[in-house]
């Protein structure tokens, strides 16, 4: 199987981390993934902030977690609800994703740029999680300010980084083959 192929399969949704932090290079790399995604009409409408004050983190895990107490989802509401449930997975670095609202497939090519890093982080054998939880958190603008996101952008979602505990590497949830036509 080749690299792409590989990383793509063996990536997994990570939610255990050693607490040392990924070196510079490795998040450049990772950065530049995200940067070459495809975005409609080229807009490239993307802004990452990289987190990594933990106690920053920990802001966003307790604000996150506030909001998701107070849903009427209940399986939601149960994670706000305790105490041992942490959003960001105690994961060393959190990567917030905006896009320009201005631009019509904003979100979509943020999506684009999140799988990207995702992979690349797979590749270079470092774990991620993609996290929605966190943007309960951050969507408030006051919040939003706190990161510097750029006027006239909105945070879409977040995902975290971090070595891979040992022994943690999750089994791989079953998949549905059963979503394809033909049309031949
Ligand atoms: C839009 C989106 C939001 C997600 N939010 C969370 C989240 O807040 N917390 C979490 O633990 N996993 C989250 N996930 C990860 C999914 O649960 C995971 O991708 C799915 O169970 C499949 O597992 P895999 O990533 O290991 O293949 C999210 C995934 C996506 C695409």
Not at 49 to 76: C, F, G, L, P, Y
Not at 90 to 114: N, Q
Not at 120 to 138: M, Q, T
């Amino acid at each position: 199987m080749n690299e792409v192929l590989k990383a793509i399969k063996s990536r997994r949704s990570l939610r255990k981390y050693r607490p040392e932090q990924i070196k510079q290079e490795e998040l450049n790399m990772i950065i530049e993934a995200g940067i070459y995604a495809p975005s409609g009409h080229n807009s490239q409408p993307w802004h990452f902030t990289i987190v990594q004050d933990r106690k920053v983190i920990e802001h966003i895990n307790d604000i996150s977690k506030k909001i998701m107490a107070t849903m009427e989802i209940e399986w939601i509401k149960n994670l706000g609800l305790d105490p041992d449930f942490d959003v960001t997975y105690k994961a060393p670095t959190l990567v917030v994703v905006s896009g320009k609202k201005d631009v019509p497939s904003s979100e979509i090519d943020c999506c684009a740029a999140v799988q990207n890093m995702l992979l690349a982080a797979e590749s270079l054998d470092i774990g991620s999680v993609w996290l929605g939880f966190v943007i309960f958190g951050i969507k408030n603008q006051e919040e939003a300010k706190k990161l510097n996101v750029p006027e006239g952008y909105e945070p879409y979602y977040a995902f975290v980084l971090g070595y891979k505990e040992k022994d943690s590497y999750p089994d791989v949830p079953s998949r549905n083959y059963d979503v394809v036509n033909y049309i031949r």
